[in-house]
């Protein structure tokens, strides 16, 4: 969904308040402990992995942004049915970046060959979550593979290994400079003919940040860090028909789109 809305606004925020004054508490407190976060962490990654062990050990459903199981089970199955229809194959070898607590990866593990799966997080707490995801949905002979990861380098991954790389509500959190780590590395743990799909919150105005949890971009500066690393990137319109929040663009490797 695009909106020209800069969140970040003093103007945005009162008449947001204005309309919701139940929600000005808890914005206040959440702002309170973030930047309080903030201020004990070094970088960006470590904030957010500190701000998904606070979420987590509240409501690991809510810490992925649904915060009940029926939304966690309906997104879930959201971006199942969408790589489905785009051709998932149970032989594809899939990587899931920022894989939380297998809300769709439930459903990737169980549709892919033992082994094919490999989910990332920079939350070893959203991953304990995870592990119990895999026992409550009896996958584990499909012998997922789960690894917290410290930054999205991706090195210690194989070349050219995946042909599905996965991340959904992932740059919708990261500053530029992560989302750039992530488009340097990627390419090269892509197969040939593989294809990485990310979801973002699109603007069509001032790119700019929320409680710097939430982040707002352009989908032509996203398109244009994809091919400043010599990849192919284009918006993917038919995702807007499920109406998600968030918007999504495919990347390739060249020739291959």
């Known amino acids: 969904m695009t909106s020209s809305r800069n969140r970040a606004r003093l103007a945005y925020k009162v008449r947001y308040a204005v309309r919701h004054p139940d929600l000005i508490l808890p914005y206040t407190r959440r702002l309170a402990r973030d930047t309080w976060l903030r201020l004990r962490t070094r970088d960006h990654v470590g904030y957010y992995r500190a701000v998904m062990r606070s979420d987590t050990a509240r409501n690991p459903y809510g810490a992925v942004g649904t915060p009940t199981h029926e939304r966690w089970m309906a997104l879930g199955q959201m971006q199942f049915d969408y790589l489905l229809e785009h051709g998932l194959r149970p032989q594809d070898r899939m990587l899931e970046i920022g894989c939380g607590n297998l809300r769709a990866g439930r459903l990737f593990i169980e549709h892919l060959d033992a082994g094919n799966y490999y989910g990332i997080d920079i939350s070893p707490d959203i991953l304990f979550s995870a592990q119990e995801t895999l026992t409550r949905y009896k996958l584990q002979d499909k012998l997922p593979h789960l690894t917290p990861v410290r930054n999205l380098t991706l090195d210690f991954l194989p070349d050219a290994h995946f042909t599905v790389i996965h991340a959904h509500s992932v740059f919708s959190h990261s500053p530029i400079e992560v ?76 020739g291959r789109g």
């Not at 990310?198 to 940040?209: L, M, P, Q, V």
């Not at 971009?217 to 319109?237: K, S």
Request: hydrophobic share 35%.
């Open 179 to 254: 989302i750039d780590e992530c488009l340097a590395h990627v390419g090269r743990v892509m197969a040939p003919d593989g294809f990485f799909d990310f979801t973002y919150n699109e603007t069509a105005g001032a790119e700019h940040h929320v409680l710097r949890e939430d982040f707002y971009y352009r989908p032509q500066t996203l398109i244009a860090r994809a091919e400043a690393y010599g990849l192919a990137a284009r918006t993917m319109d038919d995702w807007r028909r499920t109406g998600h929040k968030q918007s999504k663009i495919r990347v390739t490797h060249p």
